[in-house]
């Protein structure tokens, strides 16, 4: 009998799954504040501080989080090991699990200080920092370093949540994080003069706010596991630093595809464009955490269906998961693509107007690249990373090469890195991703591939409307804007329940909204 099946006897699936509309509720109500306080902030930042240096705070965390491959490799299998062990009630793995992680991420932190310290002293070497900002940028940079640095310690008490399914607690942890960034970057520009570093303290101080609230949901949800050093194991950690070790190399594939145009906007063209560039790119990186957010509620089910076995069930889940996953992120998506031009317009100023193409080209690859998401925490379930590393990798070297080609010789510009992005991981998402996950499951590699077809149809249809409508009536307030996206979503709602979802889905769908488990 194999580790599976065993673990199966003790797994209480069917209250699991039960969660998911609450998970889900809570997940997209703290997506929806944290795009609410984002469609405001950045444009609040970029207004007092100016798009150039506006641009080295998301550049501040793309760079810390190049560190997290140093952690990665110990944290990455813990929320599935440590499920396991509490839902077999084994309580000394369990313990053994937690503070192996937990003593092993603080060892790791203390390795990382030397490389933070010499990105602060040689911080004018690694970016290029507009004139007479280096010291605020040296304690912008403090900031987020500390703020990823107590994330990495804070990791092994949020996989309590994770474990006992509890995304709703986990969220209102969330929105206090949220309240304290940006409150008190609000408190200290008003009351003193406005300056990056203070964006630092207040995303160090949210994150400790975060970390206090992880430590109580770690009480709370967990009493068996205690903080004892002498449970530190060194056998535990070969064990985890075994997934780990794969799941480190599709993180650097990852930060290839998503990580570096920050960093090749900011060496190629300077400052002041990779500020506009980083500006226009907070869309579709709330479109990517809205999917990463809804796809995160199907995780913990994927691992329960293959602890029981269940491959058929897993199957019929995954792609549902795929197909509702998809056909939610497919009217923001086309929202944002039909209106580019007048929602940069309105949102950022006049001056950011003529990006919209830019935003349209980040935007319009995501409904195939954050469908196919929960198909990706089938890979971890199974312990099968090693060839999605390889792969990933390959193709983000690829992606880093294109982008090179493209924005350099090609004369392309900022648009070639973005389209290199659009072209490498839409690739891999189409004829990777779902292939191998159908193979894992011994399925027919066709398995996922018709779920793409219905959202990317879906998708298209939305933008088309919306630029339609953009082009016959003119937008030139938010009320307007706001009026046709309500129109086209009620025609989106109504279109996809009668014509896209099947029957099955519907009553899926029903039942989600009545708080009944599905099947």
Same mark, same amino acid.
């Not at 994080?177 to 995303?203: A, D, N, Q």
């Not at 630093?241 to 060496?267: E, F, H, K």
């Not at 919209?356 to 469908?371: D, G, K, R, V």
């Given at each position: 009998?194999?580790?599976?099946?065993?673990?199966?006897?003790?797994?209480?699936?069917?209250?699991?799954?039960?969660?998911?509309?609450?998970?889900?509720?809570?997940?997209?109500?703290?997506?929806?504040?944290?795009?609410?306080?984002?469609?405001?902030?950045?444009?609040?930042?970029?207004?007092?501080?100016?798009?150039?240096?506006?641009?080295?705070?998301?550049?501040?965390?793309?760079?810390?989080?190049?560190?997290?491959?140093?952690?990665?490799?110990?944290?990455?299998?813990?929320?599935?090991?440590?499920?396991?062990?509490?839902?077999?009630?084994?309580?000394?793995?369990?313990?053994?699990?937690?503070?192996?992680?937990?003593?092993?991420?603080?060892?790791?932190?203390?390795?990382?200080?030397?490389?933070?310290?010499?990105?602060?002293?040689?911080?004018?070497?690694?970016?290029?920092?507009?004139?007479?900002?280096?010291?605020?940028?040296?304690?912008?940079?403090?900031?987020?370093?500390?703020?990823?640095?107590?994330?990495?310690?804070?990791?092994?008490?949020?996989?309590?949540?994770?474990?006992?399914?509890?995304?709703? /607690?986990? #969220?209102?942890?969330?929105? !206090? &994080?949220?309240?304290? *960034?940006?409150?008190? @970057? +609000?408190? =200290?520009?008003?009351?003193?003069?406005?300056?990056?570093?203070?964006?630092?303290?207040?995303?160090?101080?949210?994150?400790?706010?975060?970390?206090?609230?992880?430590?109580?949901?770690?009480?709370?949800?967990?009493?068996?596991?205690?903080?004892?050093?002498?449970?530190?194991?060194?056998?535990?950690?070969?064990?985890?630093?075994?997934?780990?070790?794969?799941?480190?190399?599709?993180?650097?594939?990852?930060?290839?595809?998503?990580?570096?145009?920050?960093? /090749?906007? #900011?060496?190629?063209?300077? !400052? &002041?464009?990779?500020? *506009?560039?980083?500006? @226009? +790119?907070? =869309?579709?990186?709330?479109?990517?955490?809205?999917?990463?957010?809804?796809?995160?509620?199907?995780?913990?089910?994927?691992?329960?269906?293959?602890?029981?076995?269940?491959?058929?069930?897993?199957?019929?889940?995954?792609?549902?998961?795929?197909?509702?996953?998809?056909?939610?992120?497919?009217?923001?998506?086309?929202?944002?693509?039909?209106?580019?031009?007048?929602?940069?317009?309105?949102?950022?100023?006049?001056?950011?107007?003529?990006?919209?193409?830019? /935003?349209?080209?980040?935007?319009?690859?995501?409904?195939?690249?954050?469908?196919?998401?929960?198909? +990706?925490? =089938?890979?971890?379930?199974?312990?099968?990373?090693?060839?999605?590393?390889?792969?990933?990798?390959?193709?983000?070297?690829?992606?880093?090469?294109?982008?090179?080609?493209?924005?350099?010789?090609?004369?392309?510009?900022?648009?070639?890195?973005?389209?290199?992005?659009?072209?490498?991981?839409?690739?891999?998402?189409?004829?990777?991703?779902?292939?191998?996950?159908?193979?894992?499951?011994?399925?027919?590699?066709?398995?996922?591939?018709?779920?793409?077809?219905?959202?990317?149809?879906?998708?298209?249809?939305?933008?088309?409307?919306?630029?339609?409508?953009? +082009?016959?009536?003119?937008?030139?307030?938010?009320?307007?804007?706001?009026?046709?996206?309500?129109?086209?979503?009620?025609?989106?709602?109504?279109?996809?329940?009668?014509?896209?979802?099947?029957?099955?889905?519907?009553?899926?769908?029903?039942?989600?909204?009545?708080?009944?488990?599905?099947?």
């Amino acid at each position: 009998m194999n580790a599976a099946t065993e673990t199966s006897k003790s797994i209480a699936l069917p209250h699991r799954r039960g969660r998911l509309t609450v998970n889900l509720v809570a997940n997209v109500g703290y997506l929806g504040l944290s795009m609410l306080v984002g469609v405001w902030y950045v444009p609040f930042l970029v207004r007092h501080l100016g798009a150039a240096a506006y641009g080295l705070i998301p550049l501040a965390t793309t760079l810390t989080s190049y560190m997290s491959l140093i952690t990665l490799g110990l944290n990455s299998a813990v929320g599935r090991s440590l499920t396991i062990a509490l839902e077999q009630q084994d309580d000394k793995r369990a313990n053994l699990i937690f503070n192996t992680s937990l003593w092993g991420s603080l060892a790791l932190n203390a390795l990382l200080l030397i490389p933070a310290g010499l990105g602060l002293v040689y911080l004018d070497r690694l970016i290029r920092v507009p004139p007479g900002y280096g010291a605020e940028a040296r304690w912008l940079f403090a900031g987020v370093i500390g703020a990823f640095l107590l994330n990495e310690i804070k990791t092994p008490f949020d996989v309590s949540s994770y474990c006992r399914n509890r995304f709703d /607690l986990r #969220n209102v942890v969330g929105v !206090a &994080e949220i309240l304290t *960034r940006v409150g008190l @970057v +609000l408190l =200290l520009f008003y009351v003193l003069t406005p300056g990056i570093e203070y964006v630092g303290l207040g995303i160090l101080w949210g994150t400790i706010v975060s970390a206090l609230g992880a430590a109580w949901l770690w009480r709370v949800l967990t009493p068996t596991l205690q903080i004892q050093h002498r449970d530190f194991d060194w056998p535990t950690l070969k064990e985890l630093a075994s997934t780990g070790g794969w799941v480190i190399v599709i993180q650097l594939g990852a930060i290839l595809y998503l990580g570096v145009d920050l960093l /090749l906007a #900011n060496r190629l063209f300077g !400052a &002041e464009q990779s500020g *506009r560039f980083a500006a @226009v +790119l907070q =869309l579709p990186l709330l479109v990517r955490s809205l999917g990463s957010t809804i796809a995160a509620v199907f995780a913990p089910t994927v691992l329960y269906y293959y602890a029981r076995q269940d491959i058929d069930g897993l199957l019929v889940y995954l792609r549902r998961g795929v197909k509702c996953l998809g056909l939610m992120l497919a009217l923001p998506i086309g929202l944002i693509c039909g209106f580019s031009e007048p929602l940069l317009r309105l949102w950022l100023g006049p001056t950011f107007s003529d990006l919209s193409p830019l /935003l349209f080209l980040m935007t319009a690859h995501l409904c195939i690249n954050m469908a196919i998401n929960p198909l +990706l925490g =089938l890979q971890l379930a199974t312990n099968r990373v090693k060839v999605p590393g390889m792969v990933t990798l390959i193709m983000g070297m690829a992606n880093v090469a294109l982008a090179l080609v493209l924005a350099g010789p090609l004369h392309w510009g900022l648009y070639g890195i973005a389209a290199a992005g659009a072209i490498m991981l839409t690739l891999k998402n189409v004829l990777f991703t779902p292939l191998y996950a159908a193979h894992v499951l011994g399925k027919p590699y066709g398995s996922f591939l018709r779920e793409l077809a219905p959202i990317v149809a879906v998708t298209v249809t939305t933008i088309i409307l919306a630029r339609a409508a953009a +082009l016959s009536c003119e937008i030139t307030g938010w009320v307007q804007l706001a009026a046709a996206g309500v129109m086209l979503a009620a025609l989106y709602v109504v279109g996809v329940f009668r014509w896209v979802l099947t029957t099955q889905e519907r009553e899926m769908l029903k039942k989600i909204l009545r708080k009944q488990p599905f099947s």
